[in-house]
């Protein structure tokens, strides 16, 4: 309390002791400022409107205008009753008035509504403090599921004569719906795919992990690219096997996108499926083209009958495969323009062929200069395949 007039100082800290209050008086608003500072438990301000050096208005002000951990109810004694007067306390920052002489049971009354709104106030911090400490608790565990989701993916490209892979993903959340794999089945196999589950986040994501666990190569641990004779499956066998596994949409609304594919070093021959999926894209020095092939199905869990079929390309002595999902397209710069079929095509244009991880550098730089500062607000995945 801040009270210059010795009488009234004293009245009001003898009434405030008496209902068991702790006081800790002023004799001016440069001395409440100052005890401000360095009290730290002080929960609230009584102070006089007139006092000489800084008043009460004064001092109102300035506590409104630096930052508090905690709020500061204040309560400005006056004689006045002037509305504007009134009005200015208020702009200043006080929270209510007491007549002075100050009446007791006001005065207490007035303790009562500040007590409240420090109750409600240390009821909002306990809430933040829970949700913050869930929150904190929330990345951790999304944290580790990403490490789980990323294990199901390779981190280095495989060593396998006469080829060269690379790539780049990238999650619009912690957690994301796309996938890939880049599996050498045998000296002359390889197995390439990249798909899309429908969503983002978490779902996506549990979905995508799953679906890692049937796409490798050995049957023996329910792998779907080998057949328990141990022949390689046919795409379209092995895309009709997972749309029977994973009928998403009937469960849960969830399907997904998937290009696979088994890459021939010795003929230089990809017999692959599309299920929904972007075209695979074909580069030579020079430039860059989609390969399209047929209708390429629909989406894996879409429809319980779907059919799928084989599509064959043969790269050329000079050729590159490249596999990508729908967020390279849909990728959007500040005016919301997508980045589109036609950027891609000419970013990996004029020698991005030359190997495949020039390839791969040459179209996230392009959608890094197009989004500049955009967030991704989809999966973004690209995998190149190069023959020596």
Same mark, same amino acid.
């Given at each position: ?73 204040? *309560? ?134 799953? *679906? ?29 096997? *997972? ?101 891609? *095509? ?43």
């Amino acid at each position: 309390m801040a009270d210059d007039q010795t009488f009234w100082r004293r009245a009001l800290e003898e009434a405030l002791i008496e209902r068991g209050h702790a006081v800790v008086a002023a004799a001016s608003g440069d001395k409440a400022w100052q005890l401000l500072g360095t009290e730290p438990d002080i929960d609230v301000l009584i102070t006089d409107w007139v006092m000489p050096g800084t008043s009460g208005v004064d001092l109102c002000r300035r506590i409104r205008e630096q930052p508090r951990e905690r709020y500061l109810p204040i *309560l400005l004694m006056t004689a006045r009753t002037d509305p504007q007067d009134l009005i200015a306390g208020l702009d200043a920052g006080a929270d209510a008035f007491l007549r002075k002489p100050f009446d007791e049971p006001e005065l207490l009354a007035q303790l009562r509504v500040s007590e409240r709104i420090l109750a409600l106030e240390n009821r909002l911090a306990a809430r933040i403090n829970d949700l913050e400490f869930a929150q904190a608790r929330l990345a951790r565990d999304l944290s580790h599921a990403a490490e789980v989701q990323r294990a199901c993916m390779p981190s280095v490209a495989p060593d396998v004569q006469g080829a060269s892979f690379a790539w780049y993903a990238e999650t619009c959340a912690h957690l994301g719906g796309d996938l890939f794999n880049v599996l050498p089945i045998n000296g002359d196999h390889v197995a390439l795919y990249a798909l899309d589950v429908s969503g983002h986040g978490t779902p996506a994501a549990l979905y995508s992990v799953s *679906l890692s666990h049937v796409l490798h190569a050995d049957p023996d641990r329910g792998g779907l690219l080998r057949r328990p004779d141990g022949a390689l499956t046919p795409p379209a066998e092995l895309a009709a096997e *997972l749309n029977r596994r994973f009928p998403l949409m009937e469960r849960s609304g969830h399907y997904f996108s998937l290009l696979y594919g088994v890459l021939e070093l010795s003929t230089r021959r990809f017999e692959y499926v599309r299920a929904g999926h972007p075209h695979p894209i074909v580069l030579t020095g020079t430039d860059a083209r989609v390969h399209h092939s047929g209708d390429g199905g629909i989406p894996i869990g879409a429809t319980p009958d779907a059919h799928y079929r084989d599509e064959t390309l043969v790269l050329g002595s000079d050729e590159s495969l490249l596999l990508l999902t729908d967020g390279v397209f849909e990728t959007r710069d500040e005016s919301d323009t997508e980045f589109g079929i036609e950027r891609t *095509l000419a970013s990996l244009a004029g020698g991005a062929a030359v190997d495949a991880q020039t390839c791969v550098d040459a179209l996230r730089q392009a959608l890094e200069e197009f989004r500049k500062n955009e967030p991704t607000r989809d999966d973004i995945t690209f995998v190149c395949a190069r023959l020596d």
